[in-house]
């Protein structure tokens, strides 16, 4: 399976319509972390859009996953505001939580559970019924060519198709927002395609996509996206109006732009 290109192409030249085309579900205003005396954070703004596909790009301690704890209802915010999918993200936690879906940096399954107890499991958290759990488990398996390793405990699978099915369970219950962070590290270049294929998939669904990545090209991908220097937003537009901004030819050279000035790291 290979990356459908046209399909990138349109999603990058339509990143400037969605603020007309599609409803705001995610919100932040100047939204804000301290610990201490460091402001991880520092009241960033930003919108996203239903269906978009947004990147969220900084090096190693630009506070990408501050942020992304933050807007998951995992960390409570110090200053600023924010609403996912309607709900607020200081009253009303809960209610994000069962309209998101989240995969993290580390795999994020049990391991020590077959292929079908994990979709069962997780369906069962997402409050799917028998019903709809036995019609997606068989939908989702059959998707991604899993039938005769149904069985089999997820820790005999290679990488690659663990992160291909900790995304299909993250959306098993249709969330209007996924969050993925750095879903693609360390699999080979045939599955990040593979992988962007199933985003893809799950953008025209309707799921709004909020991924981090260090995969420069895997920027291109995106509608539009944000690049943080030092907790600070300092660019957010579609990669190709960046690209043009900066007058380079690629998104590396966007970043080395925009970061070389950083003062701090993890």
């Known amino acids: 399976m290979e990356l459908n290109k046209d399909n990138n192409k349109s999603l990058s030249n339509a990143g400037s319509q969605l603020s007309v085309e599609r409803e705001v579900v995610i919100k932040t205003d100047k939204l804000t972390k301290r610990f201490g005396d460091f402001i991880a954070t520092n009241q960033i703004t930003f919108e996203v859009y239903s269906g978009e596909i947004f990147g969220f790009l900084g090096a190693n301690g630009a506070g990408k996953t501050t942020a992304m704890k933050m807007l998951c209802g995992l960390s409570k915010p110090s200053s600023g505001n924010a609403t996912i999918a309607g709900f607020d993200i200081y009253r009303q936690t809960e209610q994000i939580k069962r309209h998101i879906g989240y995969m993290s ?43 005769k390793e149904a069985n089999k405990l997820v820790n005999s699978l290679p990488l690659g198709w663990k992160q291909k099915l900790a995304f299909s369970v993250a959306v098993l219950h249709e969330p209007r ?3 993925l962070d750095e879903p693609t590290g360390g699999v080979d270049p045939i599955t990040r395609r593979q992988f962007w294929d199933l985003i893809y998939q799950a953008a025209d669904k ?23 220097v030092d907790g600070e937003i300092k660019a957010l537009d579609t990669p190709a109006d960046l690209k043009q901004k900066y007058a380079v030819s690629s998104m590396d050279e966007v970043f080395y732009e925009l970061a070389r000035g950083a003062k701090r790291n993890e």
């Open 105 to 147: 940096q580390k795999f994020s399954l049990y391991e020590d559970l077959t292929i079908v107890e994990n979709i069962q499991f997780f369906g069962g958290i997402y409050g799917l019924s028998d019903q709809q759990l036995k019609t997606k488990s068989n939908e989702l398996i059959e998707t991604l060519g899993l039938q």
């Open 177 to 179: 927002i996924v969050f």
């Open 206 to 228: 309707g799921i709004t996509i909020f991924v981090t990545t260090h995969y420069m090209d895997e920027a291109e991908y995106c509608n539009r996206i944000s690049m943080m």
